[in-house]
């Protein structure tokens, strides 16, 4: 089955960083694109970023540009978020995805929480 396992998330200072990691397993990770979504309190699930099956292309929603990096490890099955410079409306749930056979795969989400 399809599993995903987000972890790395925690409390950090505005202006800070943290990399999340997505452990994926049960499918052909190599061969799909994969995103990151996050949930704040109050708002609707968005997308942050997401990156081609090999790496090659990645897109970011337009508030985290230049500030979040997302990759990825195909021999280790395991996708990345670096995030830097955070800012307290970052703070919110993220979510590894995957997209296949016309459904989406969550993982349980990490807790990212930006405050002074």
């Known amino acids: 089955q399809v599993q995903l396992v987000e972890s790395g998330g925690g409390l950090v200072q505005p202006g800070g960083s943290l990399r999340l990691s997505c452990a994926a397993s049960?499918?052909?990770?190599?061969?799909?694109?994969m995103d990151w979504y996050r949930q704040a309190p109050g708002r609707e699930r968005e997308l942050v970023a997401g990156?081609?099956?090999?790496?090659?292309?990645?897109n970011y929603v337009n508030v985290v540009k230049g500030r979040f990096t997302i990759s990825r490890d195909n021999g280790k099955n395991t996708l990345y978020l670096q995030m830097n410079s955070l800012k307290p409306e970052d703070t919110a749930v993220y979510y590894c995805t995957v997209r296949m056979m016309g459904r989406r795969y969550w993982g349980q989400g990490t807790q990212v929480t930006v405050s002074s």
């Open positions: 990156i081609t099956s090999a790496g090659s292309s990645t």
């Open positions: 049960g499918f052909a990770f190599s061969s799909y694109s």
